[in-house]
Structures are given as C-alpha cells and as structure tokens.
C-alpha cells in the first residue's frame, strides 16, 4: 500500500461549503450518548420521518406541490423521479435548506417544519448532499474530527474498514468511491434517526455502488431509517423497502417496492406523468398514454466501464 503525502491544495473547501459546515458543527451539539453496539440511532417508539402534503418553493414558483412520504426506523424509503423531477428540492425542503412553502415534516412525531437545520441535525435528521463534500485538504481522520469526537471515530471506521488504511491522507487524494466513504462515515458520526442520501452512486463504478450498499444495509440493521434518492431504478428498488415517484414535483406512484418492481410499464410511465394525480398509489396512477409518447429507457445499472 502506498503511504501518500498530504498536499496542499488550491480548492481548500468542499462545495456547499458553508452549509455542510453548519451541519457539521451541528452534529457536535446535544447529547453525545452513542449506544452500546453500532451506531443506529433509532429508539423503541420511533417513528422515523413524516412528509406532510409539502410544498417548497424556488423564485417564488412550486417546484414540489403537496409531496405525501414516509420513512420508517431500520426502512429504505426510494425516492424515484426524471432529471427535474425536483427530487433534490425535496430533500432540501426536508432538511431546512430551503423552508417549506406549506405542510409539514414530522421526525419522530415532532413537527420540525420550521426548526433551524442544526436543531434538526440534533432531533436525529442527517443529510447528505449530491457532490461528495469532502474538505479535500484535510486527513480522512480530520474530516472525521470535525463532526465528533476522536473517541467517537470508531464508528466511521467500523462501517468502512478500508478507510482505516487511509486515515492519515487527504481527502482529495481520494478516489471518488473513497471519498463518499468519509462523507457516509462522517454523517453517522453523531447517530442520525433518519439519513437522507442524494444520488449515492453519481459517478461510482458499479462495485463501489455495491460497496455502499453494503454499507446502508448495516445502517438500517443497525434502526436507521434511510430516504434515498438514485439514479438506478433497479438497484435502488432491490435495496429499498418502499418507494415513491415524483414528477413536477408531485407524488405520481408510490407503494412497495417490490411492487413497483413488478409493474414496469406503470413505473415508466409515472415518469413520464404531467397530469394532476388523482392518486398515486400503486394501483392506481394518472400518467399520459405512453403510446402518445413512447417512456424511455430508465437506467438499470452504471456503465461498467466508469472507474472509481
């Protein structure tokens, strides 16, 4: 194994800079009690995170309208949609990046609408956002420092092993796989109740992606419940519990997952939907006629050829 240097960069903050680090110092705040075994967070009566009819806006406009969803301790809620679905404006929405234009979110029966993002980081809601925001000029251990204690890092190296090799290099010496490691290690430093996951696998080889499932099987083993979004609508359903499709920025079809996975021609076809719904359970779904226009191929699994 190559032992590699520390090297100063140019780019010394990761993107979003300045909310990862509210976030980050957030997670330092409130009771720092771990538990006895892993790093779940989740307490007999939780129960996990409520979406209430939603609305979030952009500009002034709706880009999410009325987006009813759960995610239940120990579960895997996915979060499926097209490119401007407003997927990524949902989470935002969730977490207090952008307020919430009406309804409600619920973490754990407690209505955290309108609460601060580091009060939620403290009720047990973790986020982590699409681009692997990694402060690439500091260590492994030292991105791991600024969320917790050093006595608390075990918990970061006990869900990937491989990064204890790793601890004494920087970040952005990384490859791309390694460093959503940090970034997954880094938001179960203080145990979150709920983890929401922004496009996982963007720009992962497919055993990475692999690697990370793994990795969230542990977490939900371990009582947290996951909202993930992801690109690859087969992998996504395999690891998920439930699922639930958007498209501008409304619930079109949601249900179990595996019987999503059943019905394809309806998932195709909820991507495709730009009516009002009338309802959007499994069994019932308003999309247009794909034979007025033809649904696309969703994507199944990453080009093999991407490298880490």
């Known amino acids: 194994m ?10 010394t903050e990761p993107r979003n800079t300045s ?3 509210e976030t980050l110092a957030a997670a330092k705040l409130g009771d720092k009690g771990l538990g006895d075994k892993g790093f779940g967070a989740a307490k007999l009566g939780d129960e996990g995170l409520v979406v209430e009819s939603l609305r979030v806006d952009r500009l002034g406009q709706a880009v999410v309208r009325e987006v009813d969803l759960s995610v239940a301790p120990g579960e895997v809620t996915v979060l499926l949609g097209a490119n401007g679905a407003g997927k990524s404006t949902l989470l935002d929405g969730i977490s207090g990046v952008i307020p919430a234009s009406g309804g409600r979110v619920l973490l754990n029966g407690i209505d955290i609408t309108r609460s601060s993002r580091r009060n939620r980081v403290k009720a047990g809601l973790a986020y982590v956002q699409q681009g692997r925001t990694v402060f690439p000029s500091l260590t492994v251990e030292e991105n791991f420092l ?13 869900l990937f092993p491989e990064l204890r090799v790793r601890r004494s290099v920087a970040a952005g010496c990384l490859s791309g796989g390694e460093q959503q490691m940090v970034v997954l290690g880094r938001a179960v430093l203080r145990p979150p109740r709920v983890l929401m996951i922004d496009e996982l696998s963007l720009g992962l080889a497919p055993a990475v992606i692999d690697r990370m499932m793994v990795a969230l099987k542990q977490m939900t083993t371990d009582g947290i419940g996951l909202l993930l979004v992801e690109q690859f609508t087969e992998r996504a359903l ?7 499709v958007i498209a501008r920025g409304q619930v079109v079809l949601r249900g179990s997952a595996s019987q999503i996975q059943d019905q394809p021609d309806r998932l195709q076809s909820a991507y495709l939907a ?16 794909p034979a007025s226009n033809p649904a696309p191929k969703l994507a199944s699994n990453p080009p093999e050829e991407r490298s880490p």
Do not use: C, G, W, Y
């Not at 190559?2 to 140019?10: D, Y």
């Open 19 to 21: 909310a990862d680090t």
């Open 274 to 289: 730009t009516a009002e719904v009338a309802s959007p359970d499994v069994t019932s779904i308003a999309a247009p006629d």
């Open 146 to 158: 600024v969320a917790a204690s050093p006595e608390h890092l075990q918990l970061a190296f006990d």
């Open 238 to 244: 395999a690891a998920a519990n439930n699922a639930v």
């Open 2 to 11: 190559i032992k590699h240097k520390r090297v100063p960069l140019e780019n």
